[in-house]
């Protein structure tokens, strides 16, 4: 139980508190979009997923729009999107299950809490 805990506190620390503003800022705005979208509290997990979805696909929009070695900024062609979707499923692929679960166990706390402080200051 403690590894799991400790893997849950490293997916905070390396998702919301790295010092990586762009990705911060993916990862935020998909758990306030997931938290705005509930509506009940029985609606945690699904939201929940909403907010990895987004995350993911903010990821990926990223690694398409910003730019790589050699490439300009307009440089943005099928080739380079097919790449980028294959590097991004390389990455999920080799990601271990108790990892995938620490993400989801991470981006739930988030989504309740934000959840709990929009349903306190909406009465």
Same mark, same amino acid.
């Given at each position: 139980?403690?590894?799991?805990?400790?893997?849950?506190?490293? @997916?905070?620390?390396? $998702?919301?508190?790295?010092?990586?503003?762009?990705?911060?800022?993916?990862?935020?705005?998909? @758990?306030?979009?997931?938290?705005?979208? $509930?509506? /009940?509290?029985?609606?945690?997990? !699904?939201? $929940?997923?909403?907010?990895?979805?987004?995350?993911? =696909? #903010?990821?990926?929009?990223? #690694?398409?729009?910003? /730019?790589?070695?050699?490439? !300009?900024?307009?440089?943005?062609?099928? #080739? /380079?999107? =097919? #790449?980028?979707?294959?590097? !991004?499923?390389?990455?999920?692929?080799?990601?271990?299950?108790?990892?995938?679960?620490?993400?989801?166990?991470? %981006?739930?706390?988030? =989504?309740? @809490?934000? %959840?709990?402080?929009? !349903?306190?200051?909406?009465?």
């Amino acid at each position: 139980m403690q590894q799991f805990l400790d893997e849950v506190i490293g @997916v905070i620390r390396a $998702t919301f508190m790295s010092g990586d503003v762009i990705a911060i800022l993916i990862a935020m705005g998909a @758990v306030l979009i997931a938290a705005l979208a $509930t509506r /009940r509290s029985t609606q945690i997990g !699904s939201t $929940t997923l909403l907010a990895l979805v987004l995350f993911v =696909v #903010g990821g990926y929009l990223r #690694g398409v729009l910003t /730019r790589g070695p050699g490439q !300009s900024d307009a440089d943005v062609t099928g #080739g /380079r999107l =097919v #790449g980028q979707l294959n590097d !991004s499923w390389a990455a999920f692929s080799v990601l271990p299950a108790q990892t995938l679960l620490a993400y989801f166990v991470a %981006f739930l706390v988030i =989504v309740f @809490v934000l %959840f709990g402080a929009k !349903s306190l200051f909406g009465r």
